[in-house]
């Protein structure tokens, strides 16, 4: 068994080359990076084409965090000829808006690699990456990546995306592991302060990890059940690839070579080749308790944790946006209470020119940019964790976390059995996530709802009562 992560996660589980452009001048400003202060911060991840229409929004998440994937072979279509354009102008925007942007950096298939794709996906024809044909010349792009971007507050380095994946990445764990090795030099060497990030394994790849350790401990029923919260909105849905039977799932080619990339992730984050831990999370929120549970027993202790990809996967969605966008705060806010310092939520906004057809994964904004119930939570959640720290609760039948600034706190909570009261007149102020706030009684039942105070969490819930 590998170490645990942090006190936090303990108390949480206890609860439940060529010629180029030169590179633009150092800003003046440059987004807070989040990672520096110890706080926690929630964001967004949006299709820049739609920017116009999300920027009123996306002001309110300032001091946040959200990515971006660049393509070796998008840019330098042809050796020696790059074109930062694209990239140049998320990263102006970024920092225009206060949010600190990290980068996924992918090879692709072009001529550094050979080969033809086998896969391509989205209106930008993205395909899988292949291992370059020269590492030094590979190692020359991530260089120049890092150099051109860290005057914009870029810090964080993302080697490619859900590796796990035939279609985002062609080659063997060994391959993937020598691409890591060779960016994470060229990464450190122009920069020694960035952060190298793994490839973030994908939502169900992690499910199959969280049953798999089970399974391997001799847990058998523990594994089961653990296995039927994760995927309660999956099986069924990749034909035979997640059955309902937990160990079938472990002999599924796909799920096999799953978890031979989360494996191999783990061991360059146990020789420190990756500095940070990316979790990507799309299940149903009762779900959190087992993946953190997980992620306790498997990750190198100190290595932070961050959740760049954070969903709501529901193939023939039920009920209203109110409870969508409860489910929403329910599931980000138990992973900062357990110590998870990023949650990037995607989609920002539904598209409804998709292929799938529904809304599979829910926005937190309308289309045109509207906000939804999802929407004014989600920015309630950011003001509270601006410059705040973070840490558990599990107390009065309330459930959730408190973050601290000063000698303020703010409880994001709900209430896991019947009814909890604040008294009005006990300085706390309080209302559902996403509404105006009331100094009168506040009752909290399974809705989240969002108490402020001058005084520490414990002096909070310490005026709460049952009933």
Not at 33 to 40: K, N
Not at 234 to 256: C, F, H, L, Y
Not at 427 to 435: F, I, L, R, T
Request: hydrophobic fraction near 40%.
């Amino acid at each position: 068994m590998k170490r645990l992560v942090a006190v936090a996660l303990v108390l949480f589980l206890a609860a439940c080359t060529g010629s180029e452009p030169a590179p633009p001048p150092t800003p003046s400003t440059t987004a807070p990076t989040p990672s520096a202060t110890g706080t926690t911060v929630f964001g967004a991840h949006w299709d820049w084409n739609r920017y116009d229409a999300f920027q009123p929004y996306l002001r309110k998440l300032a001091g946040s965090a959200t990515y971006h994937e660049l393509t070796w072979c998008a840019v330098e279509r042809q050796q020696g000829q790059r074109d930062w354009t694209a990239v140049d102008q998320v990263a102006t925007r970024s920092r225009d808006l206060g949010i600190t942007l990290h980068l996924k950096i992918r090879v692709g298939v072009c001529w550094a690699t050979g080969g033809t794709a086998q896969y391509t996906r989205g209106q930008a024809n993205k395909t899988e990456s292949a291992m370059p044909r020269d590492l030094a010349t590979y190692k020359g792009f991530v260089d120049a990546v890092v150099r051109r971007y860290q005057p914009y507050g870029v810090r964080e380095y993302a080697i490619e995306n859900e590796v796990n994946a035939p279609s985002y990445w062609a080659g063997s764990t060994a391959d993937y592991t020598k691409l890591v090795e060779a960016a994470a030099e060229a990464i450190r060497a122009a920069d020694p302060k960035a952060l190298v990030v793994d490839s973030g394994i994908s939502s169900v790849a992690y499910g199959m990890g969280v049953a798999d350790r089970l399974l391997r401990a001799g847990q058998q029923d523990q594994a089961a059940q653990a296995y039927q919260r994760y995927f309660q909105r999956r099986i069924g849905t990749r034909g035979q690839k997640i059955p309902a039977d937990a160990a079938a799932a472990m002999s599924v080619p796909e799920n096999v070579r799953s978890l031979q990339f989360l494996a191999a992730t783990e061991a360059l984050l146990d020789r420190k080749v990756v500095d940070v831990r990316q979790v990507h999370f799309y299940e149903h929120w009762t779900a959190v308790p087992d993946l953190m549970g997980y992620l306790s027993a498997e990750n190198p202790a100190g290595t932070p944790i961050e959740a760049w990809e954070v969903g709501q996967f529901w193939r023939t969605p039920t009920g209203d946006d109110d409870a969508r966008a409860g489910e929403m705060v329910k599931a980000v806010t138990q992973l900062v209470a357990a110590g998870v310092r990023e949650v990037i939520w995607l989609p920002l906004a539904y598209n409804p020119n998709n292929r799938q057809g529904s809304e599979v994964r829910y926005g937190l904004l309308d289309p045109d940019g509207a906000e939804r119930v999802a929407g004014r939570m989600m920015a309630d959640l950011a003001t509270a964790a601006r410059g705040a720290t973070a840490q558990p609760v599990s107390d009065k039948g309330l459930r959730g976390v408190a973050f601290r600034r000063g000698g303020e706190s703010t409880l994001v909570v709900w209430s896991d059995g019947g009814p909890v009261t604040v008294p009005g007149g006990s300085g706390v102020s309080g209302a559902e996530v996403g509404k105006p706030p009331s100094t009168g009684d506040v009752k909290v039942t399974a809705t989240p709802v969002l108490l402020r105070a001058a005084k520490d969490p414990a002096a909070i819930l310490a005026t709460a009562r049952s009933g």
